[in-house]
Nanobody, 125 residues
Framework: VQLVESGGGSVQSGGSLRLSCSYS????????MGWFRQAPGKGREGVAY???????SYADSVKGRFGISEDAAKNTVYLQMNSLKPEDTAIYYC????????????????????WGQGIQVTVST
C-alpha cells in the first residue's frame, strides 16, 4: 500500500490545518490507519488512529483538538488539527496496518507496515 501525505505547512498558534493521506487501492478487509509524528530530537509518537469500521482513537495530547476521518471512496484519510500549539510542530506520517482491528490500532504499533514519506507541520507562537 502506498501512502502520500499532503496539507502540511506553517501556521500560528491557535490555528488549524488539515492533513490528507492518499492511499493506493488494496484488498484488506480489515485495517487500521494511523497518524504519527516526530518532533526534532524526539521519538515517533502516535497521534490518532482509525479502524476500517470507523472507530477512532487519539493520544491524550491531542484529544479534543484533532479529528481523524476516512473517505474510503476517495482512498483518503484526514487529520483535522485545531487549536494548534507550538509543541505540535513535527513531521507527520500516515501509516497503514493490514488486518488491524479496533482493539489494536493504538497499541500494536508494530502492525503498521506501510508508511508515507512524512510532511512538516510547524506551529509558531
Amino acid at each position: 500500500v502506498q501512502l502520500v501525505e499532503s496539507g502540511g505547512g506553517s501556521v500560528q498558534s491557535g490555528g488549524s490545518l488539515r492533513l490528507s493521506c492518499s492511499y493506493s487501492n488494496h484488498t484488506y478487509y480489515a485495517y487500521c490507519m494511523g497518524w504519527f509524528r516526530q518532533a526534532p530530537g524526539k521519538g515517533r509518537e502516535g497521534v490518532a488512529y482509525i479502524a476500517s469500521d470507523g472507530v477512532a482513537s487519539y493520544a491524550d495530547s491531542v484529544k479534543g483538538r484533532f479529528g481523524i476521518s476516512e473517505d474510503a471512496a476517495k482512498n483518503t484519510v484526514y487529520l483535522q488539527m485545531n487549536s494548534l500549539k507550538p509543541e505540535d510542530t513535527a513531521i507527520y506520517y500516515c501509516a497503514f496496518y493490514p488486518y488491524g482491528t479496533e482493539r489494536y490500532c493504538a497499541t500494536a504499533i508494530y502492525g503498521y507496515t506501510f508508511w508515507g514519506q512524512g510532511i512538516q507541520v510547524t506551529v509558531s507562537t
